[in-house]
């Protein structure tokens, strides 16, 4: 059992920076990848990045590549997401998750309770 918990959200002027962590529980947490999703108002969950177990490898949605840049520290067992450049379209309830394997659907085991990120326009 993996228990998530997001934190670093808030309201944010559209260029600002934002740094979300996750931190988990346990002691397997190298052992699974780790992803961030968000989902606004009214729309679908989406993928936003995924980083690999031993962080080797990252993967990102088109529209924040060069953006965002997900991280992880195992020996802290937490994840991050790097958010500069934010615009009001990236306002949304962001959430991590984990899983077997990398993945850019939201088919991961664990999944935190979300951390809600507002850009102004």
């Known amino acids: 059992q993996v228990q998530l918990v997001e934190s670093g959200g808030g309201l944010v002027q559209a260029g600002g920076s934002l740094r979300l962590s996750c931190a988990a529980s346990?002691?397997?947490?190298?052992?699974?990848?780790m992803a961030w999703f968000r989902q606004a108002p009214g729309k679908e969950r989406e993928f936003v990045a995924v980083?690999?177990?031993?962080?080797?490898?990252?993967y990102y949605k088109d529209s924040v590549k060069g953006r965002f840049t997900i991280s992880r520290d195992n020996a802290k067992n937490t994840v991050y997401l790097q958010m500069n450049g934010l615009k009001p379209e990236d306002t949304a309830v962001y959430y991590c998750?984990?899983?077997?394997?990398?993945?850019?659907?939201?088919?991961?085991?664990?999944w935190g309770q979300g951390t809600q990120v507002t850009v102004s326009s």
């Open positions: 980083i690999s177990r031993s962080g080797g490898n990252t």
């Open positions: 998750a984990a899983g077997a394997v990398v993945s850019t659907t939201p088919e991961y085991r664990y």
């Open positions: 346990g002691r397997t947490f190298s052992t699974y990848a």
